[in-house]
Structure formats: structure tokens, C-alpha cells
């Protein structure tokens, strides 16, 4: 048995060693981890209580027959864990833990707010939580398993190859210029002329209208949005004191009538349009209303924001017209956005800003005063995998697989009773009506199991909706249909 008698007790209990012979080369599992595994057992089970002290690392090393460069790694990865803490001058001891409630537990399910008090905060934590994506038709990305991560990851071995100190140093407050650079083609594609300099790179298109916003706007000014439209904004918006304004959106484009009419009342800094796949509907503008747009906005000397960043689902004006208002007005009135989370991988963060001269360097101070700079890893990982062409053949790809399941989506989802009066033949959205109040369907639906997204949190105005927005792509899970239809026939 093994010697503790210089080991230090814990009050409570006796400290009680890893038998040795659990460590063996032979075992599953490195002997750093066979350790790890060991103590969390130990510490789990109650067998090592809070408090108790751990054998030295030459102890330990010694009694187990093991190096102390194990011993010490053992030890870090218990601390980084959580199951120890090192107390400087003294050692490691068992720490006290806090009780983990395992994702989407019966903890999380029972604060679910009810259905007056759904909003977007609601729906946004919801949408981080841990739920299968097939259960998550009110999700806003592409499952996994239609991105390709063996493309990002070899992206990511690749730059790790690179001379290390580059990934030690802050990178260009501006972006990567490489990355912009090539930005600076994929612009030149959609007849949109920008230089490098022109170019801002951001954590996202989330950053990116959150830099242009606080750049333009002052407490008590417009902004025009699209209604519906993506719901992040509004009260990001709302937050700088801003009076958050809905246009209303037709399939070809916003009501210029209403447009005009409320920019002659209210004298807008900015309005905030999706010209191509319009998130909810996935509509898109139309080359006569982009005129007409650009010119109240001429008259009116508000400046646009065209957010793009469903831009690489478009299959082209041959199979869905659609015009880009920044390629009649080559980014003078005109503040572009783009980003690859919704194609590549949310968790890049990789965006961009196109702009004038002008405001490309002042958005750059904005965002260097901010964050200093963005993170050039992502950067460089998004600019080696569209350098070398990979990205083209994924985005066809992701294209092609959008169109083998939206139509039939479409079929089952009006079999199951909904309404969709604008369908299209591209993007991941489509906006239906239910009929029935769709806040009260949701909660629903999260007692289920399943995300939803009401149509309430898409307008400014929050109001109750009958709309839903249903991401196509995670429609797999037949379970969310015969919920549809068993609470739709009902209403």
C-alpha cells in the first residue's frame, strides 16, 4: 500500500492516492489524461473532498513511476477544469465545484419566459443553446453539416505553419491586406469597384452596422429599417438612442412610396436594406426599385446600408434578378457589407465594410479605438481558403444543396397548413403564416423541444404576428411538422 504519511490531510477525510497501477502506456489515453481521468473520478465519487491537498509533483511523479513534466500537465488541466486550484507557495488542492446543469437541462426549460415576454434577447440565447439543429427551424445558419470543416480546418493548419510570430502580434486595425485585397476581386464580380483602402475588416456584419452606426448616428436620430427584417439590429440600434423606423417590404423590393413619404418626415441618417436574399423573405430588389431607393435617398441625403451577407447563396440575376444598389452608386451614398458566417462557419467572425475613402479611414479609427483590431487569424484563414478557389466550388455546393430541399419543404409546410405567398427559387428563408399568433405557437414549441422564430421579433414594432420565419435547411426533423400541423389545425 502506498506510503501517505507525509501527504497533509483533509479536515473531512482522508486523502486516498491514483493506485499506480491505473498508469499504463498501454491504456487508452495518455498518461496525462489516464491522471486526469483518475483524480476527476476521485473528486467526483467524494473520495477526495474539498480542501484536500494534493501530493507534491515530485511525489507524485515518484509513486507513480511517471515524469514531472506529466505530473504538471495533469495537474494544469485539473486546474484549467475546474477540479483543483494551485495556491502559490503551497500546492494543489481539490476545489470546491459548482453544480453543472447539462445544456438544454430542465433548469434552462422552466425560465423560458412565456409568450408575452418573448423578445429578441429570447430568442438569440435560445438559438446559442444546445438543441439539435434539426429542431431549430428558427435558426439563422446552415447546419454543420452542410458547411465543410475540413476546408476551415485545413485553412487553419495551414496558417498555423506560418512564421509564429505573426500570430502573436496585433494584426492591421484595417484587416489583413491580403484579405482585402482579394475582397477587392470578389467586389469587382458584382460590378462594385473598391480598393484595399476602401476595405474595413470586421468581427462579423454584426460589428460592421454596429461601427457604421456609431459612426452616423447621434441620440434622437432615424433609421430606417426594412420591416421585416433582421431582428439583432433593432435594439442594438435603440441602445445609441436612435428612433428605430420600419419600411415596409414587398417581394421586389421596400414600399418607395412609403419610403418617400417617410423620409420627407422623418429625415433618416441611414436605412439599413438587404438588396439580395432579404432575411426573412429572401426576396430580392428589383433593378427599378434599387433606382428608385438610391434616388429618395439622393433626395432626401440619408446614406444606405446595404447588408449582403447572404450574397454567395445567390445563384445569379439569370435564375433571380437582383441588383445591388452599391453597384449603381459605386459606394458614394452607398456603405457595403459583406461576411462569410453563414457560408463558412460562424465562429470566424469574418466580415468586411466597403465604403468611400473617407469613411473606410474613419470607420478604421472607430473600430481600432474599439477592439484595436480584429482577429488576423480568421482573416487569414478566410483569405487562403478564397486565394486558392476552394470557396467557389463550396458555395456552389451550398447552393445546390438549399435547392434539393426547398421546394419540398415548401410543399410539406403548406400540407401542414401554413401560408407562403413569396416564395423564390434561392436563399434559406422562407417568411410563412401560420394563421395563428405565432409568439404563443413558439413557446409551444420550445415545451417541444423545438426553436422557433415569430414573426414579431422581425418588426420594429414587435407586435404579435401570424409570420415565421423557417430556415429551410433545418426542416429534417419530422417531429417539427407534425407539431405544425397538430397546433395549426387547432387555431
Known amino acids: 500500500m502506498t506510503n501517505t504519511a507525509n501527504v497533509r490531510k483533509a479536515p473531512s477525510s482522508r486523502f486516498i492516492l491514483t493506485a499506480p497501477q491505473v498508469l499504463s502506456r498501454e491504456a487508452g489515453g495518455s498518461l496525462v489524461e489516464q491522471i486526469v481521468r483518475s483524480v476527476e473520478v476521485r473528486i467526483d465519487d467524494k473520495l477526495l473532498r474539498t480542501g484536500a491537498r494534493m501530493p507534491s509533483i515530485r511525489q507524485f511523479a515518484d509513486m507513480h513511476g511517471v515524469s514531472r513534466f506529466t505530473v504538471v500537465e495533469a495537474y494544469d488541466r485539473l486546474v484549467a477544469k475546474g477540479f483543483l486550484e494551485s495556491r502559490r507557495g503551497s500546492g494543489f488542492y481539490v476545489r470546491e465545484r459548482s453544480p453543472i446543469i447539462a445544456p438544454g437541462g430542465n433548469v434552462n426549460r422552466s425560465t423560458e419566459p412565456p409568450p408575452h415576454q418573448l423578445d429578441v434577447v429570447w430568442l438569440v440565447r435560445n438559438m446559442f443553446r444546445q438543441l439539435p439543429q434539426q429542431k431549430m427551424p428558427g435558426s439563422g445558419l446552415l447546419p454543420n453539416d452542410w458547411l465543410d470543416g475540413r476546408l476551415v480546418a485545413n485553412g487553419l493548419r495551414a496558417v498555423s505553419r506560418q512564421n509564429q510570430n505573426l500570430l502573436l502580434q496585433y494584426g492591421n486595425p484595417q484587416g489583413f491586406l491580403p484579405l482585402r485585397q482579394q475582397l477587392q476581386l470578389k467586389l469587382a464580380e458584382l460590378e462594385i469597384a473598391a480598393t484595399p483602402d476602401q476595405i474595413?475588416?470586421?468581427?462579423?456584419?454584426?460589428?460592421?452596422?454596429?461601427?457604421?452606426?456609431?459612426?452616423?448616428?447621434?441620440?434622437?436620430?432615424?433609421?430606417?429599417?426594412?420591416?421585416?427584417?433582421?431582428?439583432?439590429?433593432?435594439?442594438?440600434?435603440?441602445?445609441?438612442?436612435?428612433?428605430?423606423?420600419?419600411?415596409?417590404?414587398?417581394?421586389?423590393?421596400?414600399?418607395?412610396?412609403?419610403?418617400?413619404?417617410?423620409?420627407a418626415l422623418h429625415k433618416p441618417k441611414l436605412y439599413v436594406i438587404n438588396s439580395v436574399l432579404h432575411n426573412p423573405t429572401s426576396t430580392s430588389l428589383s433593378a427599378a426599385k434599387a433606382f428608385q431607393v438610391l434616388k429618395i435617398a439622393e433626395q432626401h441625403d440619408f446614406t444606405?446600408?446595404?447588408?449582403?451577407?447572404?450574397?454567395?447563396?445567390?445563384?445569379?440575376?439569370?435564375?433571380?434578378?437582383?441588383?445591388?444598389?452599391?453597384?449603381l452608386d459605386q459606394l458614394n451614398r452607398v456603405i457595403y457589407l459583406g461576411g462569410f458566417s453563414k457560408t463558412l462557419a460562424a465562429n470566424l467572425r469574418v466580415g468586411f465594410i466597403a465604403t468611400s475613402h473617407e469613411n473606410a479611414k474613419h470607420l478604421s479609427d472607430r473600430k481600432m479605438l474599439s477592439t484595436l483590431t480584429t482577429t488576423e487569424i480568421g482573416e487569414r484563414v478566410v483569405y487562403k481558403?478564397?486565394?486558392?478557389?476552394?470557396?467557389?466550388?463550396?458555395?456552389?455546393?451550398?447552393?445546390?444543396?438549399?435547392?434539393?430541399?426547398?421546394?419540398?419543404?415548401?410543399?410539406?409546410?403548406?400540407r401542414a397548413g401554413l401560408t407562403i405567398d413569396a416564395t423564390t427559387p434561392a436563399g434559406m428563408f422562407v417568411w410563412a403564416d401560420t394563421g395563428c399568433d405565432t409568439n404563443v405557437l413558439t413557446e409551444k414549441a420550445m415545451q417541444q423541444g423545438y426553436l422557433l422564430a415569430p414573426g414579431s421579433l422581425f418588426s420594429p414594432n414587435q407586435l404579435p404576428s401570424t409570420r415565421m420565419r423557417i430556415n429551410v435547411a433545418t426542416m429534417s426533423d419530422a417531429g417539427v411538422l407534425r407539431f405544425l400541423e397538430r397546433e395549426i389545425g387547432k387555431s
Open 200 to 263: 474595413v475588416t470586421t468581427a462579423g456584419v454584426t460589428q460592421a452596422l454596429d461601427l457604421v452606426a456609431r459612426h452616423f448616428l447621434r441620440p434622437g436620430d432615424t433609421i430606417f429599417v426594412d420591416d421585416p427584417a433582421w431582428f439583432l439590429m433593432f435594439g442594438s440600434f435603440a441602445t445609441l438612442g436612435a428612433k428605430v423606423v420600419g419600411i415596409p417590404r414587398l417581394p421586389d423590393g421596400p414600399d418607395v412610396l412609403r419610403l418617400a413619404e417617410l423620409a
Open 304 to 327: 444606405i446600408v446595404e447588408d449582403d451577407i447572404y450574397c454567395d447563396m445567390h445563384p445569379g440575376a439569370a435564375v433571380q434578378p437582383a441588383t445591388r444598389i452599391a453597384s
Open 385 to 414: 481558403i478564397l486565394s486558392e478557389g476552394h470557396y467557389r466550388k463550396h458555395a456552389d455546393r451550398l447552393r445546390s444543396k438549399l435547392d434539393g430541399v426547398r421546394d419540398k419543404t415548401i410543399r410539406q409546410l403548406e
